[in-house]
């Protein structure tokens, strides 16, 4: 994180607050004080100049110094710790040139005297800066956290477009119709039900808008409907398995979650082979996480479908970005065995 003041028009805003202050400890010297006219001008100029460019440094302090919570102590002590470094080290400066400009011993008697002022006038400018960086700090963390949610949610939306024009794409409203089309003929009781289907998961597809989360078992009626559209396809070459726990259908998973592995898992199993292709579905939960598991076969000697692959990057990229953690989804193939595995934190 760069330095907020330095780099920017904010330093000229900086050191004007600076030249105010300097020209206030001027006029407190000179006018109230009834000091020497140029000995209250290097006075304010070196003590107020030295302090202004030690403030720009307190940054890099306050910025590693944030508490983790309430209790934690650490980070008071050591500002106040390096407050008593940097005041020693101010003073130490300014008097030190202050007796090579004016080596006159009534000055350093003056000097000798102001120094309880300028030690609470460091200590006051001191704090006001500590406060101003946290607050600084405390502006930029909540900018950073509405713009990670703005970025969430335009990348949530993203995906979910990008996952429906895979779900929805004119090949599967293409083969579904023309299965419907046979079935007309030959089983109209079933080509009612495999338009009802259809419906349903078109509906359920289009309708989740924005909507973040949703049960684990209402995900999973709407794989039954992708999948009783695509058996009138394929028959009994496909087989699916739904080993899931019963404790783990009121888990929360993002939306359509799952759409795009299923889909895979047939573009890449059941069109590129002639043999059962049986898709397994496993879920329990685990450590406050929930573990899904998606096996299939496949037949190793088929030349591979190629698709843009978007499928499965988009749900790391969606899982990255709703719960901050990498590796939530995990993908693997063992011999004829292609495996996904995901957690999700609930």
């Not at 008593?84 to 130490?92: D, G, S």
């Not at 579905?281 to 190629?306: M, R, W």
Request: hydrophobic share 45%; net charge negative.
């Amino acid at each position: 994180m760069k330095h907020p003041i330095l780099g920017s028009i904010a330093t000229a805003y900086y050191f004007l607050v600076w030249v105010l202050i300097g020209f206030g400890h001027f006029c407190l010297l000179y006018v109230y004080l009834d000091l020497p006219w140029l000995f209250s001008l290097q006075d304010s100029v070196i003590f107020n100049f030295t302090f202004a460019c030690l403030g720009l440094g307190v940054w890099y302090l306050v910025r590693f110094s944030i508490p983790k919570d309430a209790a934690d102590s650490r980070p008071f002590l050591t500002l106040s710790g390096t407050g008593i470094i940097v005041l020693f080290l101010w003073i130490f400066i300014c008097t030190g040139i202050l007796q090579l400009v004016q080596p006159d011993e009534t000055y350093q008697e003056i000097l000798d005297e102001a120094m309880l002022y300028h030690i609470i006038s460091g200590a006051f400018y001191y704090i006001v800066i500590v406060l101003v960086y946290y607050l600084i700090l405390y502006n930029q963390n909540l900018q950073e956290q509405k713009n990670r949610q703005l970025q969430l949610a335009n990348e949530v939306k993203e995906a979910e477009l990008r996952m429906l024009k895979s779900q929805i794409n004119p090949h599967f409203i293409f083969n579904s119709l023309n299965s419907i089309n046979s079935l007309t003929l030959s089983d109209p009781p079933k080509a009612r039900q495999m338009i009802i289907n259809l419906s349903n998961f078109l509906r359920y597809s289009i309708g989740k808008d924005n909507q973040e989360t949703n049960n684990l078992g209402t995900e999973l009626e709407n794989i039954e409907l992708y999948l009783a559209i695509e058996k009138v396809r394929f028959g009994d070459r496909l087989v699916f398995n739904n080993l899931v726990s019963p404790e783990c259908y009121k888990s929360k998973i993002p939306n359509l979650l799952l759409q795009p592995i299923f889909e895979n898992a047939i573009k890449h199993g059941v069109q590129e082979s002639i043999d059962t292709i049986t898709i397994n579905l496993e879920a329990n939960l685990s450590n406050d996480s929930l573990k899904i598991s998606i096996t299939n076969n496949f037949d190793p000697e088929s030349v591979p479908h190629k698709g843009p692959g978007i499928g499965l990057k988009n749900i790391r990229q969606r899982l990255g970005l709703i719960y901050n953690r990498e590796g939530l989804i995990q993908q693997q193939v063992k011999g004829n065995i292609f495996e996904v595995t995901l957690e999700i934190p609930q």
